[in-house]
C-alpha cells in the first residue's frame, strides 16, 4: 500500500491519496496518469491491470486501487 | 427526416402523446422501436437492413460469447480442486483465445460495414492519386444515416460483454432498440449499454417536471440550432467557398463565426436529443460540460463530445496502453532512452492512435486527418509544457487570480477555434495559407468597409444572431460560476418558465433560418 | 397535513393556469405574428389581394371571368354596369394557370352560380407550375376549401410544400426585416384595390414594337391545361353555366395561330363560343396610342372601357342577363362601386397632372 501511494504521490504531489475518494469523479488522475500506474504496477508488483478493469470505481481511491491490485494478485 | 423539419416535430409531438396516452409501461420500449424502425424507414428503407445486419450479428455473437463465459466459470469453480497452476492457467489461455475470436469476428463484420461504406472511395481516391495509370472506378455505397455512432455503441457493447463488464440483452428487439433508437441517431450521444439500457426498457412514469425540462431543452437546442448556427452558416459558407478573397481579418471572422456555429448546431442538436429522451422518461448521457469554458485543451476534450473521447478512451486509448506489448515497450524504453523519455514513448504512440482514428472517424478527407494529428501535437506540446507552467503560475502567484484563468479559457477557445479551421475549409493547404494570412494581412479595417454586409447577411441577421449568443452565453456563464442550472431555477418559478417557454418558441419560428430562403442545413455531425 | 394539501393544490392551480394561459398566448402569437408577416399587396404589386377581394363583394353575379392579367387589367366591371347593366365579377390574378382557373371556379360555385364564365384562354400555354410568388398571390388569398388544397397541389413548383400554404406564417416568417408601415397598418383590415376584380391603371404609355415571335418546337397545348379547360366546360355544364372563350385584344405574350386553331377546334367540338379579341382590335375602337399604360402589354382604363363596351354589347346579346340597374338593392351597391371607381380614377389623374406619372400606384409604388 506505501508503495502505492508512493507512485501516485510520483505523478502528483499536492494530493492526499489516503483520504482522496474522488480521484476520477474529480478529474484529479487522467488518462495519462491512469497508464503511468499500470506501468509502475506492472513493474514493481508484477500485476498486469487488465484494460477492462480500467474503470473510474477502481481508480477512484489508492484503497480501491490496492484492493484490485491485490485481486488480481490472488487471481 | 431533418430534426429541423415540421414532420420531425409533429413526429416526436404524437410519439409523445401515444408513449403516455395509450402504451402501458412495460410496452412502451415497443412503441420506440416502432419509432425508430419508422424514423429510419422513411430515411431510406435500405438503411434498416445495414442497421439490422449490423445489431444481428452483435446480438448473435455477444450471446453466445457470454454463455461459453459462463460456461468457463462454471467449470473453472466445479474443477477448482483438482487443477493445479499450470493447468488452469492453459485452459484460461485457450478459452481467452475463443472469446477474443468471437470479439473479433463482431468487430471485423460491423467496423468492416462501417470501413467500407464510409471509406472504401476515399481508399479508392487515395490508390489512383499514388498508383497513377488507369485509375480505380469509385464504389457507388450508400452511407447509413448515423451508421458512425450506431456502430460504435454497437462495438462498445461487443467489448464490455466480452469483458464480462455488462451482460448481455437477451431479447433482439430490445437491443435493436438500443442500436436504432432514433433521437441519437443523427448526430449521437454515443450511449454505452450498460448506461442507456437502465432506462431505455424501464422507462420513467410520466412526470410533469420531467416532461416540462425536456420540453424547454428541446426549445432551447431548437434556439441554438436555428437563429444561430443556421444563420451564420450562410455568412461562413460565403466565407469558405472563395477563401482569397476574404483573407486576412476575414479569417478570424471565419473562426468566431464557426466556433458559434458549430457549438450551436452540435450541442443544439444534443439538446434535441436529450430534451427528446426526457421527454420519454429516459436518461442519455451528458455530451458537453461548458466546454468554451475550458482552460487547456485536455479539458476541453474532456468537456467536448464527451462521449466520443470517452469511447476512444476505453475502447482504443487504455488497452493499447496497457497491451503486454506496450508494457514490454515502455520497460525497454525506460532501460534504453532514460526514465523520462521512456515513460512517454508507449503513451505517445496510443496518444497518437487515438488522434489518428478522432480524424478519420470524423470524415473520409485528408483535412480530417490533419486535424486529428494537429489536436495530437498541441496536446503533447501542452503535456510537455506543463512543468513549465507550473513554475511559472507558481512564481507569479497566476493560479489564484481570476483573471488569469480568463486568459486561460481565451486562450484555450482560440487555440481550439484555429484548429476548427481546418473542418472549415476542407483543405489542408488553404487551411495553412488562411491561418498564415491573419498575421501577413490582417487588415482590420477591412472589416468595416462594408464588406460583412455582402456576405448574405443582412443588418438584422446579424443582430439576432448577436442577441442569442449573448442569450446562450448568458446562460452558460451562470452555470459556469454559479453552477445553477437556469431550467431549474425557471421550473421553480413556473409562470417564468412559461414565458420563457412562450419566447423561446416565438422567437425560433419568427427568427429561426429555417424554410424558403434558407438552406436547410444538416447537423453537422450527421455525415459522421 | 391540511395546510400542506392546500399548499399543493395552490401551486397545481398556479401552474395549470399558467400552462394554459402559455398555450392561449402562443397560439394567440403566432396568428397574429402571421397575420403581420404576410404580404399585405396593398401598393404597387397589388394582385395577391385580388382573390380575398371577391369574398366581400355582395351583389350577386351573372358574369364571371376567370384568367390572368388579360381580363382584370383589360375589362372595366363599371362599364359593363353603366352600360348593360350586367354585375360581373373578374376572378383574376397574375399569371393565373388553367387549373387555378378551374379551381377557383370551385370555389366560387360555393358562393353563387353566375350565368356565364368567360375564360381567357391565354394560360392554356402552361402546362406545368410556374412561379412561387405567382402561385401565392393566387392561392393565398383562396379561403380554405377542397378546391384550395385541390389548387395548391396542382400547382406546386419544385421546392413548395402543401404545409407552407397551411401555414404561411412559416413562409413568410423570415420578412421580420422587411416588414414596412402597410404591414402594420394592414394587419387586419385591407385596403380595397380593385372595383369587382378590375384593376384600374389612369396612365398612358402608346404600345411599342414587340419582338417578333420565337417559332416553336412544339404547338400542341398542353394537355394538362386542355384537361382542365375540359373540365371548367364539365362543371360548368353541370351548373347550367355558359361557357365563353376569349383571348383578349393584347398582342403580347403573343398568341399564336396554332394555339388559336386548338381552341378554335375544342370551341367546335364542343360548341362553346370562342372569340379571338385580337382581330376585333379596330372594330371596338382600340387606339393602342392611347389606350395602354406599359406599352401594349395592358390595357388602361380607357381600353379597358372600350373592351367592356364591346363584350358587354356581345353578352347581353347572346345571353339572357338581367339588367341589374333595374334592380334597386343591386343598383345601390353598384352606385357605390362607381363612387370608388371614379375617386381611384380621379386620384390617379391628379397624380398624372401633378407629377407626369403614377406615384401611388405600379411599380413607383413598391415598398422597398
Known amino acids: 500500500m506505501d508503495e502505492l501511494i508512493e507512485i501516485l504521490k510520483d505523478l502528483h504531489s499536492d494530493v492526499d491519496f489516503n483520504t482522496c475518494t474522488t480521484l476520477i469523479d474529480d478529474k484529479i488522475l487522467d488518462s495519462f496518469d491512469i497508464v503511468s500506474i499500470v506501468s509502475e504496477v506492472d513493474d514493481r508488483f508484477d500485476v498486469t491491470i487488465p484494460a477492462k478493469e480500467l474503470v473510474p470505481e477502481n481508480f477512484n481511491s489508492a484503497k480501491a486501487l490496492w484492493e484490485l491490485i491485490t485481486r488480481l494478485q490472488e487471481d | 427526416m431533418l430534426f429541423t423539419s415540421l414532420p420531425f416535430v409533429l413526429f416526436v409531438a404524437i410519439l409523445v402523446l401515444t408513449y403516455y396516452a395509450f402504451v402501458p409501461h412495460n410496452e412502451r420500449w415497443g412503441l420506440l422501436l416502432i419509432a425508430s424502425l419508422g424514423f429510419y424507414f422513411f430515411a431510406d428503407p435500405r438503411y434498416l437492413i445495414f442497421i439490422f445486419v449490423t445489431a444481428l450479428t452483435a446480438f448473435i455473437i455477444a450471446d453466445i460469447t457470454e454463455d461459453y463465459n459462463a460456461k468457463r466459470k462454471a467449470y473453472l469453480k466445479a474443477n477448482k480442486a483438482d487443477m493445479d497452476a499450470d493447468v488452469k492457467k492453459k485452459y484460461k489461455a485457450t478459452t481467452t483465445r475463443v472469446t477474443r475470436l468471437l470479439l473479433a469476428l463482431s468487430l471485423i463484420i460491423n467496423l468492416g460495414i462501417l470501413a467500407y461504406t464510409k471509406y472504401i472511395n476515399f481508399f479508392i481516391e487515395n490508390i489512383n492519386a499514388v498508383r497513377g495509370g488507369e485509375p480505380l472506378s469509385f464504389v457507388n455505397v450508400i452511407i447509413p444515416m448515423g451508421i458512425s455512432f450506431y456502430t460504435f455503441q454497437t462495438v462498445s457493447y461487443s467489448i464490455d460483454v466480452a469483458r464480462g463488464t455488462c451482460k448481455a440483452q437477451k431479447n433482439f428487439w430490445k437491443f435493436l432498440l438500443f442500436v436504432s433508437f432514433f433521437p441519437q441517431l443523427v448526430q449521437g450521444p454515443i450511449s454505452r449499454y450498460e448506461d442507456l439500457s437502465k432506462t431505455l426498457y424501464d422507462p420513467k412514469p410520466f412526470d410533469f417536471r420531467n416532461v416540462s425540462y425536456g420540453f424547454i431543452r428541446i426549445l432551447f437546442g431548437y434556439f441554438k440550432k436555428l437563429v444561430i448556427a443556421d444563420r451564420l452558416v450562410i455568412g461562413l459558407k460565403t466565407l469558405t467557398e472563395s477563401p482569397d478573397e476574404y483573407k486576412g481579418a476575414f479569417v478570424f471572422v471565419v473562426m468566431m463565426f464557426y466556433a458559434a456555429q458549430l457549438y450551436c448546431d452540435f450541442t443544439g442538436g444534443i439538446d434535441i436529443t436529450i430534451g427528446i429522451a426526457q421527454m420519454l422518461g429516459i436518461t442519455v448521457k451528458e455530451n458537453f460540460d461548458l466546454p468554451y469554458f475550458s482552460k487547456n485543451i485536455k479539458e476541453y476534450w474532456n468537456r467536448w463530445h464527451i462521449t466520443m473521447g470517452t469511447w476512444f478512451t476505453d475502447y482504443i486509448f487504455f488497452p493499447l496502453s496497457v497491451s503486454s506489448r506496450m508494457l514490454k515497450l515502455s520497460k525497454w524504453s525506460r532501460n534504453h532512452l532514460g526514465n523520462a523519455i521512456g515513460k512517454r514513448v508507449t503513451v505517445y504512440i496510443s496518444c497518437f492512435c487515438v488522434w489518428l482514428a478522432t480524424g478519420i472517424w470524423h470524415g473520409a478527407a485528408w483535412h480530417f486527418v490533419v486535424w486529428g494529428l494537429m489536436n495530437f501535437v498541441v496536446i503533447m506540446a501542452s503535456q510537455e509544457l506543463e512543468p513549465l507552467y507550473e513554475r511559472f503560475h507558481g512564481r507569479f502567484g497566476l493560479k489564484t487570480k481570476g483573471w488569469y484563468g480568463a486568459f486561460e479559457i481565451l486562450r484555450t477557445f482560440l487555440l481550439m477555434s484555429s484548429l476548427k479551421l481546418f473542418d472549415c475549409y476542407r483543405d489542408v493547404g488553404v487551411t495553412f495559407r488562411m491561418f498564415g494570412s491573419m498575421f501577413t494581412t490582417f487588415n482590420a479595417g477591412k472589416l468595416f468597409g462594408g464588406e460583412l454586409m455582402n456576405l448574405g447577411l443582412s443588418g438584422g441577421d446579424y443582430l439576432v444572431a448577436g442577441l442569442a449568443i449573448v442569450i446562450v452565453f448568458l446562460i452558460s456563464l451562470v452555470k459556469f460560476l454559479k453552477g445553477t442550472d437556469v431550467r431549474e431555477w425557471l421550473y421553480d418559478r413556473y409562470p417564468l418558465f412559461v414565458l420563457s417557454c412562450v419566447c423561446l418558441l416565438l422567437a425560433v419560428a419568427v427568427f429561426g433560418a429555417y424554410g424558403a430562403g434558407f438552406d436547410a442545413s444538416q447537423f453537422i455531425y450527421n455525415q459522421f | ?368
Open chain 3, 1 to 368: 397535513m391540511e395546510t400542506g394539501a392546500k399548499k399543493f393544490t395552490y401551486k397545481t392551480l398556479v401552474m395549470a393556469v399558467s400552462t394554459v394561459l402559455g398555450v392561449a398566448v402562443t397560439v394567440l402569437a403566432l396568428w397574429f405574428l402571421q397575420k403581420l408577416l404576410v404580404p399585405k399587396y396593398q401598393r404597387g404589386v397589388v394582385e395577391g389581394s385580388m382573390i380575398e377581394e371577391y369574398y366581400d363583394s355582395n351583389e350577386p353575379h351573372e358574369v364571371l371571368f376567370l384568367g390572368d392579367c388579360e381580363v382584370y387589367e383589360n375589362i372595366s366591371t363599371v362599364t359593363l354596369y353603366e352600360n348593360y347593366g350586367i354585375s360581373s365579377y373578374i376572378r383574376g390574378s397574375a399569371q393565373q394557370l388553367t387549373w387555378q382557373s378551374y379551381y377557383l371556379l370551385e370555389d366560387t360555385l360555393r358562393y353563387e352560380t353566375p350565368k356565364v364564365v368567360v375564360f381567357n384562354v391565354l394560360a392554356l400555354k402552361y402546362g406545368e407550375p410556374q412561379s412561387e410568388s405567382y402561385n401565392r398571390m393566387t392561392l393565398d388569398g383562396m379561403r380554405w376549401s377542397s378546391s384550395k388544397w385541390n389548387a395548391i397541389d396542382a400547382s406546386m413548383t419544385d421546392g413548395e410544400s402543401m404545409i407552407d400554404y397551411v401555414f404561411p406564417f412559416l413562409r413568410y416568417h423570415s420578412r421580420w426585416d422587411e416588414l414596412t408601415r402597410t404591414d402594420f397598418e394592414h394587419v387586419l383590415d385591407k385596403d380595397r384595390v380593385t372595383i369587382n376584380g378590375y384593376y384600374m391603371r389612369a396612365d398612358v404609355m402608346p404600345e411599342a414594337e414587340f419582338p417578333s415571335p420565337m417559332p416553336l418546337s412544339d404547338y400542341t397545348l398542353p394537355q394538362s391545361a386542355m384537361d382542365y379547360l375540359m373540365r371548367m366546360y364539365e362543371l360548368c355544364r353541370e351548373n347550367d353555366i355558359e361557357l365563353v372563350l376569349i383571348k383578349a385584344p393584347t398582342l403580347y405574350p403573343y398568341w399564336y395561330e396554332q394555339w388559336d386553331a386548338q381552341v378554335r377546334q375544342f370551341s367546335y367540338d364542343y360548341n362553346v363560343p370562342y372569340i379571338n379579341y385580337i382581330y376585333l382590335r379596330d372594330i371596338m375602337g382600340l387606339d393602342m396610342s392611347t389606350d395602354t399604360y406599359d406599352a401594349g402589354l395592358h390595357l388602361n382604363i380607357y381600353g379597358a372601357e372600350k373592351f367592356a363596351d364591346y363584350i358587354g354589347r356581345y353578352l347581353t346579346n347572346s345571353f339572357e342577363l338581367t339588367d341589374y340597374r333595374q334592380i334597386p338593392e343591386v343598383a345601390q351597391q353598384w352606385e357605390d362601386d362607381i363612387v370608388f371607381y371614379d375617386a381611384l380614377r380621379d386620384a390617379q389623374l391628379a397624380e398624372l397632372q401633378q407629377y407626369g406619372e403614377l406615384r401611388s400606384w405600379g411599380a413607383n409604388a413598391i415598398e422597398s
